[in-house]
């Protein structure tokens, strides 16, 4: 919401700079983003009228013109095609200054002595956007006389200050000038002024000319109408036009200027119709028709659906309600009659029909925010006010006003001593009943409690916290002392699985791998991208009931989808090497379709290309889980999971528990990723992992006695797996074997075809004695024989 200080002050008296009252509204609640400047900074302007105009004797898109800026007239070379003899204008002299740092010096253009410059009002710091057609291209053109040679900027009052604000959406009351102008009066302790509305209407009653029908009495449940006659179309005056400007809104006819104008002062969207194009008179308020197109005041044909509530005539379709109007019946030069509309308009329906039409506009912000009903026939009033004074039209007597339902202003009780209690504060009751006083809030002392009535603009105040919150922040945050918290305090700390989820981050981060974050919602398509089966659970996705689109329409049953499209993102983006991880949530539906809210599991994923190998990639996850403390895990070949290649994919196995998988992606899943190098994922239950995570460390004193050592290398068919080997040797290991390390795997000349040769490190070591070659060779050649027997292996010579 952009507020023009100048504005401002015509509703609240403001006696301090504009960046203590920011400092003060901000501590209020009501946040500051920005303040922005209007002419400040120029120097030598001043106010001339255009004598005489004639063409340029060397240029055929330049005229020479005479102004006389009343100590002395000029000669001035300009472009500008809007300027005629009379008109008074903005006149840079030499020497003077315009925003953006420019100069304004003596010269000549094309040969012609040009003294000055006749300034638009984008050269005055203007943003185009806002300024009137007539204009966008030329002088800025003065609607009246004013002393010639005086400092433009202060002769128009020009220089001004504008806040930004932030306007939270439980707030549509504070969408309005009158809104800022009451939060500020109660922030610095000024008075609010509202405007006095008085209408000067002719005797003809509005409700012999206008009818109104709401047949849609859920869509709209307030529908004002009055009639102006007689409409002459016009630019508004310069000093609506200036305050539309600096408020963000482009002037474009008093009619129009002028329900714009009321819209920012009051906050009550208003719309008028062309009245000789409403058949019969007749406004009815209805639902659309399915399907039915409406071309709006943007020229854009739109089709409707059977929610959206319209304002319609007797036989055709004129407005979208709350949004937008149409644009037959939009104002016109030609435009004679009025029949000028203020409504409230539901603010879920109006939300629900910007969104399906990709259409948002001023007035659907504010409708969708939530309005009040019963400013609807005050600002209507004011903006007749506005039209009579303006010499736009005559109004004629009263209203058409349909509002079957009025809204009532709330009652609701709070405590004293309890909102005391919360802020820890000392404030009477005759205290806080002036803070919400100056809010407009009534309030009747009964003791224990305070009956507040809540103004029916005021749609965020409903229970007791909310007047809490009211009266803290009107009394200022900054001035309740600060006392020493009572009760049992409990220092807040990281439960254990945060811990482990922390050392697990850390300990991917210190293998250098990056830490991805993707979003939990993607597409179901995903799950053909990574092949899974048609019977798959992993297809059992948790639906969106309004996605943003048929990318984000599911929530995700596994993270390798996502983090495969981030290495695709980075492969096709030419980064030659990739490792990255992410621990999140996947979202399991409950079985036989039950409506539950689904299982979140935390998964982490890890994945890399370049040049990583398999191999690679177990290291990272032994790292991981020596890290987290968990031993006796293995390793089983999965030859069957469908986003793995064959043969080169493992299950991890601790215990019957399988706790991930990792290996090779599939050719044909890189392909539909679109990525030409090699793949390495791995996907880890890290609910199991919190399970199994040991973080306590177990003292093991050194050894006090000597170990030894043993080598062997045995030839088996190159199939066999060397966790074949490995269980052999743990089972007959025995408390002897301290540890064991594969060492060489090798197949060459000195080994036949088909076989390899795979070569280990034994050690043995007892706790409590010395051990003797006896026994330590009894229990190695028990792990030969056996490895001769299962596996079929021989040493090699």
């Not at 407005?319 to 435009?335: C, F, K, L, P, Q």
């Not at 006003?401 to 009751?429: H, M, S």
């Not at 009107?474 to 807040?492: E, L, N």
């Amino acid at each position: 919401m952009l507020v023009p200080i100048e504005w401002l002050k015509q509703y609240v008296n403001i006696n301090m700079e504009t960046k203590e009252l920011c400092d003060r509204m901000t501590m209020s609640g009501s946040k500051v983003e920005e303040v922005k400047k209007i002419g400040i900074g120029i120097k030598g302007v001043v106010i001339g009228v255009i004598e005489e105009i004639a063409p340029h004797p060397n240029a055929d898109k330049l005229v020479v013109t005479k102004v006389n800026v009343g100590n002395e007239k000029l000669q001035i070379v300009t472009g500008a095609t809007n300027i005629t003899v009379g008109d008074y204008v903005p006149v840079a002299l030499n020497g003077a200054n315009l925003p953006g740092g420019v100069k304004i010096k003596r010269g000549k253009l094309r040969g012609e002595a040009s003294e000055g410059m006749l300034i638009s009002q984008d050269e005055l710091g203007i943003s185009k956007s806002v300024i009137p057609e007539d204009m966008k291209d030329g002088i800025w053109i003065l609607d009246q006389q004013y002393p010639l040679g005086e400092n433009f900027v202060k002769a128009i009052n020009l220089e001004d200050e504008i806040i930004e604000f932030e306007i939270t959406s439980n707030r549509p009351d504070c969408l309005s000038m009158i809104g800022i102008a009451r939060e500020v009066a109660a922030t610095i302790g000024s008075t609010l002024r509202y405007p006095e509305v008085n209408v000067s209407e002719v005797q003809e009653e509005a409700s012999a000319k206008a009818k109104v029908i709401i047949e849609d009495t859920e869509g709209c449940q307030r529908y004002v109408a009055r009639v102006i006659e007689d409409v002459v179309i016009k630019p508004s005056p310069q000093w609506m036009q200036k305050r539309l400007a600096k408020a963000g809104i482009r002037p474009i006819n008093n009619i129009v200027d002028i329900t714009n104008y009321v819209m920012l002062e009051y906050g009550q969207p208003l719309h008028a119709f062309d009245m000789d194009y409403v058949d019969n008179n007749t406004i009815v308020v209805k639902k659309a028709t399915n399907d039915e197109t409406f071309k709006t005041l943007d020229g854009i044909e739109r089709k409707l659906k059977d929610s959206m509530t319209m304002i319609c005539d007797t036989n055709k379709t004129l407005a979208i309600a709350g949004v937008m109007g149409g644009e037959e019946s939009e104002i016109t030069n030609d435009t004679k009659n009025i029949l000028l509309e203020s409504a409230y308009f539901n603010p879920e329906a109006t939300r629900l029909t910007s969104k399906q039409l990709g259409l948002r506009t001023e007035a659907s912000a504010r409708f969708e925010k939530g309005q009040d009903p019963n400013i609807a026939r005050l600002a209507a009033d004011r903006a007749c006010q506005l039209i009579e004074e303006l010499g736009a039209g005559k109004i004629l007597r009263g209203a058409v006003d349909v509002y079957p339902v009025g809204k009532k202003a709330i009652e609701r009780n709070i405590r004293p001593q309890r909102i005391n209690d919360l802020l820890g504060t000392e404030l009477t009751n005759e205290e806080m009943i002036n803070i919400l006083k100056t809010l407009e809030i009534t309030a009747e002392d009964k003791g224990n409690t305070l009956v507040v009535t809540v103004p029916t603009y005021r749609i965020d105040l409903d229970q007791e916290a909310d007047f809490v919150e009211e009266i803290g922040r009107i009394f200022g945050y900054d001035r309740i002392p600060a006392t020493m918290a009572k009760g049992s305090i409990v220092a807040g700390r990281k439960t254990n699985g945060q811990i482990i989820e922390d050392i697990t981050k850390e300990a991917l981060n210190a293998m250098g791998l990056n830490e991805v974050l993707t979003y939990s919602f993607i597409s179901p398509k995903s799950a053909d991208k990574i092949r899974l089966g048609e019977n798959s659970i992993k297809r059992n996705f948790i639906t969106l009931l309004n996605p943003l689109g048929d990318e984000t329409s599911v929530m995700r049953t596994s993270l390798l989808p996502n983090l495969l499209e981030v290495m695709a993102r980075n492969f096709n983006r030419k980064v030659e090497g990739f490792r990255g991880f992410e621990l999140g949530r996947i979202f399991i539906s409950k079985p036989d379709g039950s409506k539950k809210l689904p299982h979140e599991l935390l998964n982490v994923v890890i994945g890399m290309y370049g040049e990583e190998d398999f191999f690679t990639l177990k290291g990272v996850v032994e790292g991981l889980l020596e890290r987290l403390g968990i031993k006796g895990h293995s390793y089983q070949v999965e030859k069957h999971h469908p986003t793995f290649h064959p043969g080169r994919c493992g299950n991890i196995i601790y215990g019957e528990q399988m706790i991930g998988i990792l290996g090779e992606i599939h050719p044909e899943v890189m392909e539909n990723y679109g990525i030409n190098k090699k793949c390495y994922c791995a996907e880890l239950d890290f609910e199991l992992l919190l399970q199994l995570t040991r973080l306590d460390t177990m003292y093991e004193p050194l050894p006090k006695y000597p170990a030894i050592t043993r080598d062997f290398a045995v030839v088996v068919k190159e199939d066999t797996l060397v966790q074949e080997i490995e269980d052999i040797i743990l089972k007959n290991g025995g408390e002897m074997l301290e540890s064991y390390k594969l060492f060489d795997v090798y197949q060459g000349n000195q080994v036949a075809e088909g076989y390899k040769s795979v070569a280990y490190t034994l050690t043995y070591r007892h706790k409590n004695r010395t051990l003797k070659d006896e026994e330590v060779n009894t229990v190695h050649e028990k792990i030969l024989v056996n490895i001769k027997e299962i596996l079929g292996g021989t040493l090699r010579d």
